[in-house]
């Protein structure tokens, strides 16, 4: 039984995290989502967590589940029982980052792999960033975000 591990802040989750998920969810027995805390979001990690499950119901993979958590990633993914972590690649930008965090982690965590997906091209240019950018400027994002998300985020920004 191998256990994934889909460590990320998702402020919030978008349309992209959730085809990785999607597609993480049928090569692996389990998927955890691990939402690490983070002072500097615009959701705080109760709300990132909240938001993460309702999209994880909608899309109804029973073999997700959602966490979240403080610390190192690789603790977490020990305790876990998750011997493989997930991220998604979008692109050069991504891959330098992404090749520094792998290796960091391999060094403190020789057993656990970091296996990437690439982004599907239609969420290329999808990024929390953006998101919350266009978001806030009360321009619709109905079709990049879960539902849920694009109701938050109405929300969250109703009044400016
Ligand atoms: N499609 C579209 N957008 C995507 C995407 C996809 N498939 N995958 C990621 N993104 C975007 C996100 O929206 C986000 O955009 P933003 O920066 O503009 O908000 C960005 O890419 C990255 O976000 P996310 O996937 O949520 O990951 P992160 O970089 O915030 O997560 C952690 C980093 C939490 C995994 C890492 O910092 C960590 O492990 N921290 C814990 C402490 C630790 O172990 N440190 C040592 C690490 S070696």
């Known amino acids: 039984m191998t256990i994934a ?16 998920v999607r597609r993480a969810s049928q090569i692996f027995d389990g998927v955890i989502v691990g939402i690490a805390d983070s002072k500097s979001t615009l959701f705080t990690t109760d709300e990132r967590k909240a938001l993460f499950e309702e999209a994880i ?8 589940r959602c966490i979240s958590y403080t610390g190192l990633t690789v603790n977490v993914a020990h305790e876990h ?11 050069n930008t991504d891959f330098s980052y992404e090749f520094d965090m792998a290796l960091m982690n391999k060094k403190m965590a020789p057993d656990i792999e970091s296996v990437y997906l690439m982004t599907a091209v239609e969420h290329l240019f999808i990024s929390g960033t953006r998101i919350r950018e266009v978001a806030s400027l009360g321009h619709p994002i109905d079709d990049l975000v879960p539902s849920a998300v694009a109701a938050a985020l109405n929300e969250k920004f109703k009044n400016r």
Do not use: C, K, S, W
């Open 57 to 64: 119901a909608e899309a109804e993979l029973p073999n997700v």
């Open 5 to 20: 591990m889909y460590p990320g802040r998702f402020d919030p989750v978008t349309n992209g995290h959730m085809d990785i």
């Open 81 to 91: 029982g998750a011997h493989v972590l997930v991220r998604g690649l979008r692109g």
